[in-house]
């Protein structure tokens, strides 16, 4: 399949970079897993948290699909057009989970990183299927782009994550044990 010859390189970077980024996302929630855990910050790893994996796991997969040795460019598309449906449903979802939870007041910078550019990659992954049917070159570029961006709003969101645990929460629990 030459069509995916050319992303055999790129797959492997992304596909790997991801699958490091999940454990090591892994490795600061379980560092953080010694706060107190309150029942809003629960509502708020639902929204704010758990997206970084799927995200992460999003690129792992978009990877292992690419990757694949197809005997055509219809199946991958399809399955990465399926992704992108399913990751649409699911931005709705976490656009919901943000909206409802109560622990922190997301700030624009949090809406264009936890929903407004995973839709924006989601969308590219969804209309996939239908932009190869006629410009295949462009349509892997496009699933290639989204992967990327998954990538990088992931890191993102895991650096956001721990820097606002580490620097904002901890300071607020050191100012309120002065206080006593």
Same mark, same amino acid.
């Given at each position: 399949m030459t069509a995916l010859a050319g992303w055999q390189n790129f797959c492997v970077i992304v596909g790997s970079s991801a699958g490091a980024l999940i454990g090591l996302q892994f490795v600061g929630m379980s560092l953080i897993a010694n706060m107190p855990m309150a029942r809003v910050n629960a509502q708020a790893g639902g929204a704010f948290a758990t997206p970084t994996i799927i995200h992460f796991g999003t690129v792992l997969l978009l990877a292992g699909i690419l990757s694949a040795p197809w005997d055509g460019i219809g199946a991958p598309t399809v399955l990465c057009g399926l992704v992108g449906l399913s990751g649409l449903v699911y931005a709705l #979802? #976490?656009?919901?989970?943000?909206? +409802? *939870?109560? @622990? =922190? !007041?997301? *700030?624009?910078? %949090?809406? +264009?990183? !936890? &929903?407004? +550019?995973?839709? $924006? @990659?989601y969308v590219t992954l969804a209309v996939s299927p239908y932009v190869a049917r006629y410009r295949m070159h462009e349509a892997l570029f496009g699933i290639g782009a989204a992967a990327l961006l998954f990538l990088f709003i992931g #890191? !993102?969101? $895991?650096? %956001? $994550? &721990?820097? =606002? !645990? &580490?620097?904002?929460k901890k300071q607020r629990e050191r100012e309120g044990e002065g206080h006593r």
């Open positions: #979802i #976490i656009t919901r989970r943000v909206r +409802l *939870q109560t @622990a =922190y !007041h997301a *700030q624009f910078e %949090d809406w +264009l990183f !936890h &929903v407004l +550019l995973p839709f $924006a @990659a #890191i !993102h969101n $895991a650096w %956001d $994550a &721990v820097t =606002y !645990h &580490v620097f904002v």
